[in-house]
């Protein structure tokens, strides 16, 4: 768990990078993951996370921009 600034809005929020993130709760198309990654290096807040989920197809995995396996 960790305190993030979402680069999208400013907002603060913290980012779990688990199975209990918020970011498992919503859909993303392949071109919105990557359209997140190629944007930001960093999570978005789930305000904004929501705004992509919107209008996607279904997910195959979390959007997070930085693998979970390379978090400290």
Known sequence: MRNVKCP???KEFVC??????FCNN????????RDIRS?????LCED???L???A????SE???PTSRQDLP
Not at 56 to 59: C, G, N, S
């Open 26 to 33: 919503y859909t993303l198309s392949e071109n919105a993951k």
């Open 56 to 59: 996607t197809e279904p997910k």
């Open 39 to 43: 944007k930001w290096s960093e999570c």
């Open 16 to 21: 779990r990078h688990d199975k209990t993130c």
């Open 48 to 50: 904004c996370l929501r």
């Open 62 to 64: 979390c959007c997070c």
């Open 52 to 54: 992509y989920a919107e």
């Open 8 to 10: 999208r809005c400013g």
